[in-house]
């Protein structure tokens, strides 16, 4: 399996804008669509967004389109969220994810093969 570190979060005001990353380790990072998920205090863990296994292909939930981008350099093993006019509900650990299975595309946390630990995005004034 690969292993997944991300960085990038922080505390942030509402507006603002933070950039994800997640470092994958290995030489297959390209065999694995990706996604990022958060969870909230109290919630479930949710999709956020994801990525095919090229990068041509791209989903996100209704919740963050046009606020967030998901890409990724299978060059450098990373993925990214850039996270733009952000909310006081954006506020959650956010986790990258990746899947090698077919197809690409999944909202099922389940579904993800491999984690990283997680980087809290704190959205407030």
């Known amino acids: 399996q690969v292993q997944l570190v991300e960085s990038g979060g922080g505390l942030v005001q509402p507006g603002g804008s933070l950039r994800l990353s997640c470092a994958a380790s290995g030489r297959t990072f390209s065999s694995y669509a990706m996604g990022w998920f958060r969870q909230a205090p109290g919630k479930d863990r949710e999709v956020v967004a994801a990525?095919?296994?090229?990068?041509?292909?791209?989903y996100y939930a209704d919740s963050v389109k046009g606020r967030f981008t998901i890409s990724r350099d299978n060059a450098k093993n990373t993925v990214y969220l850039q996270m733009n006019s952000l909310k006081p509900e954006d506020t959650a650990i956010y986790y990258c994810a990746a899947r090698v299975r077919l197809p690409w595309q999944s909202t099922d946390p389940d579904d993800f093969d491999s984690w990283g630990q997680g980087t809290q995005v704190t959205v407030s004034s």
């Open positions: 990525i095919s296994r090229s990068g041509g292909s791209t």
